[in-house]
């Protein structure tokens, strides 16, 4: 008797297993238990736009290219969560999956080729990165609390630039890992632990506003303009000739030779 009440306890809790993956396997089942499905590319046919928006749970892989295209990277259970749409001539991403017991991580990507691209805001935990050099003359990279959105501040920059103009914004938590050159290089950090990974971006002239706690790494070779308000460095791997800095509290500029 006790052999078949195991037997039967057994089978009900592999018949309650099945039934549960299988719902999980569904655009439909709950986000906690849903799983991502097969990965699958959709191209998103939208009007023009010079301008990025990444909100939560999702990446961008950013191409330069003549034409522009948007392509969606996600898993077939979860695409009817996944927002892509135009804000003005601003390309918004946003995955509304929420809850997350059994898929990977990361899973939603929107690969971005564009002639130029002017205003990047990353408000996701995710990267944004270059594929080849983007050469947009006018570049503002943004990762800060925006009134009327909810959104994060820790998401990763890794981009390889040919520009005239670079400008970074940030009060959260991300690192921005540049490389390449620009002419110009603004830098603003107001608050928390953003960091600037700027060493192999060769910049002509660079001016800082730094009030966090963090580090920034440099490379200006005409002038350095740096006004230090935080704890946080500044470490500088060219000595240019014109130099204007202020260290109002303990950060410092450190030129490494």
Not at 182 to 209: G, K, M, W, Y
């Amino acid at each position: 008797m006790k052999q078949i009440v195991k037997h039967l306890i057994s089978f009900i809790i592999l018949g309650s297993s099945t039934v549960l993956l299988n719902s999980c396997s569904s655009e439909d089942a709950n986000d906690c238990f849903q799983t991502e499905g097969q990965l699958q590319q959709e191209e998103i046919i939208l009007a023009g736009f010079n301008k990025i928006r990444i909100e939560e749970g999702v990446q961008l892989l950013l191409r330069q290219g003549q034409s522009q295209q948007v392509i969606l990277e996600t898993g077939a259970n979860l695409r009817s969560d996944v927002e892509v749409f135009l804000d003005n001539e601003t390309l918004v991403a946003r995955d509304n999956n929420g809850c997350n017991l059994f898929r990977d991580y990361g899973v939603t990507k929107l690969i971005v080729t564009s002639p130029n691209i002017e205003d990047i805001i990353n408000g996701s935990s995710y990267e944004i990165r270059s594929e080849g050099t983007l050469n947009y003359p006018t570049l503002r990279l943004r990762s800060l609390v925006i009134p009327g959105f909810d959104l994060r501040k820790n998401g990763d920059f890794h981009l390889t630039l040919n520009a005239q103009d670079v400008s970074i914004v940030a009060n959260g938590s991300s690192v921005f890992y540049l490389n390449g050159t620009t002419s110009n290089l603004n830098v603003s950090f107001s608050d928390e632990l953003p960091r600037l990974e700027a060493r192999d971006l060769i910049a002509q002239n660079v001016s800082i506003r730094h009030v966090s706690s963090n580090h920034m790494y440099i490379n200006p070779q005409e002038s350095l303009t740096a006004e230090l308000r935080g704890s946080g460095n500044v470490y500088s791997y060219n000595s240019p000739d014109i130099q204007d800095i202020q260290e109002l509290y303990t950060g410092r500029v450190i030129f490494i030779d």
